[in-house]
C-alpha cells in the first residue's frame, strides 16, 4: 500500500512541475524580437570586430541600428558603441584607434540626412565631421589615417534656382524616372559624387572638399595604398539604359581633378579592392553575354593598375556564381553592406564569397593557376565578411536554416563568437529542413527543401505551401527564412524549390529561361509537388502556393495553367507583361526578357502574361501589394487579377500596405511585416484548413 502511495505521490509531484522544459513554436511576432548583425569591420589588429546591431522598437514601429564591438576571441560578449538609433557604417581608422561611421539625427521628429561621425575608442563622445551632406552612403579612410573620403548626393539643378522660382512641376526626360519606394519622381540632377574631409580631433568643424561633380555617379571608392588617388566605380554613358549595363573602373587625385578610366570589360565592375602594393586591382565583374542574355554570371578580375591594361578573367571556367548569396527574409533590414574581396598579404591569392547549390561559402582563389580551395565548406550562407589589412584573420556573418545569422571566425573551421538571438531561440523548437533533389519533365535536376511541421507525423496527411522565390534569378537555399519556419509551425508542409533559371547552378540553367519565362520553370515546380506527393504525407486536396516578385507572377501563372490547388497568395506580383514594360521603375529596353517592345511583338506578351489567361482560374486567390512598389507596379499586377477574379465571382481579395515599396518582406515597416505574414496564412487556412476568417468576408 505505501509503495503504490508513493508512486502516485511521485506522479502528482511531476505533474505539478511546470513544463517549463518543452520548447514552444515559433510565431509570426517573433521577428520582432530578432537581432540581426551587420556590416562586420575587423580592426586592424583583428582583436576586435566592429558592426552594427539591428533591432526592432516596437512602440515606434522603427528598426534601431547602433554600434557595437565583440572580441573575435570569442570570451566576451557584445559591448555597445554607440547609443543613437541611427548609426550605421562603422569603419576603423588604420591604426586602430577611432571609428569611423554614418548617423542620421533626428529633427522636428524626423531622421535627417546622416553625417560622417567618428569615435575615439580612448573615449568621449562622438563627433561630427561633416555637417550638411544630403546623406552619406559610404565610408573610406586614408591610408594615413588623416582623411576621410565619402559619397553623398548632390541636389539637382532645382536646388541652384532662385526661391521664388521654383515650383512643384517637373519636366521628366528620362526614361527611368521612378525608383522603388521613393514617392517622388526621380531628380535627374542629383548624383552622388566623392568627397573628401580631414580626420580632426573634434575641436575643430573641417571644411569638406568635393572631388568629383558633373553628371555622373560615383560609388564603390577605394583608396591606393600611397593615398594619392581614389579609384571608383562609374557608368559614364548619358541615358545608359538604351544599353546593356555598364560600368567601369576609374581613378581620380585624392586633391580632384582629371578623371582617368582604369579598367573596362564588356559588362559590369563591382567591388574594386586594391592589392598590398598597389600595382593590382581586383574586382568582380559580370560580362555580357553574345547574343544578349537575362542572367549573365559574376566573375572574379585583375587587372594591373596602370591605366589601359586587359583585365583578366580568373574564373571563366568555374560555372558557378561569384560574389552571389542565397535569398531569405532575414538579411539585416537596415544598415547592411555587400562584401567585397580580400587580398592575400603577399598579392598572390584572393578571397571571395560564391554561391553553389543552394549554400554560400568563401572560397580562397591563387591567381597564379586560378585554382579555387574552399575556406568554408558546409550548408549555409555566409554573408558579409571582413579581413585584417594582411589578410590573415577573416571574420564574417553565416546563416543557416534555423539561426538568424550571427558572426564566425573562420579558422579551420567556422568558430563562433556571438549568440545574438540564443535567448530567443532556447525556447523554439524549430523544424530541420530536409534536402531534395529530383527530376523535371526533360531530365533535368532540380533541387529543393521540405521543411516539415515541429510536430510531423508521418501517419498524418498535411496541407502544402509551395513557395516560389523571385528573381527570377536568384535562389533559395541554406539561409533562415523566418516566413518558411512559421507556415511549418502553423501546421503546414512548406516546399520551396530553384526551378531552372535559378542562380547557384551555373550559367546554362539560369539563362535557360529566356523568352520564356513563365514557361518550363512552371514544369520544374510541378515535378516538385508531384515528388512529394508520392510520399504520401500530402493532402492533394488541401495545397496553396505563393510568392513575390518574380514568385508572384509565377503564382499567378500556376493559377491560370492548373486547379490544384485551393488557395493561392501571389504578392508583389505581374499580371500584364505588356503594361509593365511602359510603368516599372527600369527599363526593358534591351532585349533580355523580351525580343521585342510589347507593340512589335504583342502576342508573345500577351501569351506569356497570366490577365490573358484568367478565365482558367478557379483557385481562390489573394493579392498582397505595396502602394510604393514600382519595382512591380500593382496596376499591372495584383489590381488587374484581383479586378477579374472579382469579375468572375472568384473568391479574392487584395491587401494594400502604405508606405510599403517591393522589401516589403526584407525589410518593410516591422508590424507590417508581420501583419503580411498573418494575411498570407490567414487566406491558406481558410482555404486548406476550414478557418473561415469574417475579415475576408464579402458579406
Known sequence: MRKRTSIVLVFLLLAAIPRAA????????????????????????????????????????????????????GAEAPRQLTSHVRDTMPRWSPDGRRIAFARSVEKDGKPQPGQV??????????????????????????PDGKTVAFTAPVEGVEEDKPKDAKSDVQVITRAVYRSNGNPTYVDAGRHTHIFTVAATNGADKPQTKQITDGEYDEREIEWSPDGSKLY???????????????????????????????????????????????HRIAFVGTPHGNPVRSYSQSDLFVVDAAPGSAPRNLTDKYDFDIASGIGGDQAPPRGSSSSGLVWSKDGASLIVVSAEHGSANLKRLTIATGKLDPLTDGEHAVGAFTATPDGAKIAATISTQTNVGDLFMIDAKPRRITTVNEDLFKDIQQSEPEEIWYKSFDGKNVQGWILKPPDFDSSKKYPLILEIHGGPHAAYGNVYTHEFQWMAAKGYVVLFTNPRGSTSYGQEFGNIIQYHYPGDDFKDLMAGVDELLKRGYIDANRMGVTGGSGGGLLTNWTITQTQRFKAAVAQRDIADWYGFWFTADFWLSKPTWFRKAPWEDPQDFAARSPITHVANVTTPTMFVLGDQDYRTPPGEGGEMMFRALKYRKIPTVMVRFPRENHELSRSGEPKHRVERLQHIVGWMDQWLQGKKNPVYSTD
Open 117 to 142: 561621425y567618428v569615435l575615439d575608442l580612448n573615449g568621449g563622445e562622438a563627433y561630427a565631421l561633416t555637417q550638411d551632406t544630403k546623406g552619406v552612403t559610404s565610408i573610406e579612410w586614408s
Open 22 to 73: 518543452e520548447k514552444r513554436f515559433i510565431t509570426e511576432k517573433d521577428l520582432l524580437k530578432f537581432t540581426w548583425i551587420a556590416d562586420p569591420q575587423i580592426a586592424p589588429d583583428g582583436s576586435a570586430i566592429a558592426f552594427v546591431r539591428v533591432t526592432v522598437n516596437e512602440k515606434e514601429n522603427r528598426y534601431e541600428t547602433s554600434l557595437f564591438t565583440v572580441p573575435t576571441s
Open 232 to 278: 571608383f566605380v562609374s557608368t559614364r554613358v548619358p541615358e545608359a539604359y538604351y544599353e546593356a549595363n555598364d560600368s567601369d573602373l576609374y581613378s581620380v587625385a585624392a586633391t580632384g581633378g582629371t578623371i582617368t578610366r582604369v579598367a573596362s570589360i564588356d559588362g559590369t565592375i563591382n567591388g574594386p579592392r586594391v592589392s598590398p602594393d598597389g
